[in-house]
């Protein structure tokens, strides 16, 4: 059973940064693609980043191309989200999830099998 720790949420003006940081137990961590999502109240949960098993290939939101950077450490069974140039809009809980073993990394919900309990962001503007 995989399980997924979020970390480094907070409270932070906009313009600042944060990086969350997942980390990840339960076996086969490297032949797992990852993703960030987040959810806003009342919305339902986005896509916002996702790396593939190797972290050689990534893909992001329209919304957050170009201030976030996701990445990971097999070594470490850690993911991380670096989130640059905050906006209030980004304001959400975010999760982490990890696919099954060897499955192809996506931008939607469906094939993400495994999700962490979610951390809080709010940017204040």
């Known amino acids: 059973q995989v399980q997924l720790v979020e970390s480094g949420g907070g409270l932070v003006q906009a313009g600042g940064s944060l990086r969350l940081s997942c980390a990840a137990s339960g076996g086969a961590f490297g032949s797992r693609a990852m993703g960030w999502f987040r959810q806003a109240p009342g919305l339902e949960r986005e896509f916002v980043a996702a790396?593939?098993?190797?972290?050689?290939?990534?893909y992001y939101a329209d919304s957050v191309k170009g201030r976030f950077t996701i990445s990971r450490d097999n070594a470490k069974n850690m993911v991380y989200l670096q989130m640059n140039s905050l906006k209030p809009e980004d304001t959400a809980v975010y999760y982490c999830a990890a696919t099954r073993a060897y499955s192809n990394v996506a931008t939607t919900t469906t094939p993400y099998n495994y999700w962490g309990q979610g951390i809080q962001v709010t940017v204040s503007s």
């Open positions: 790396v593939n098993r190797s972290g050689g290939s990534t």
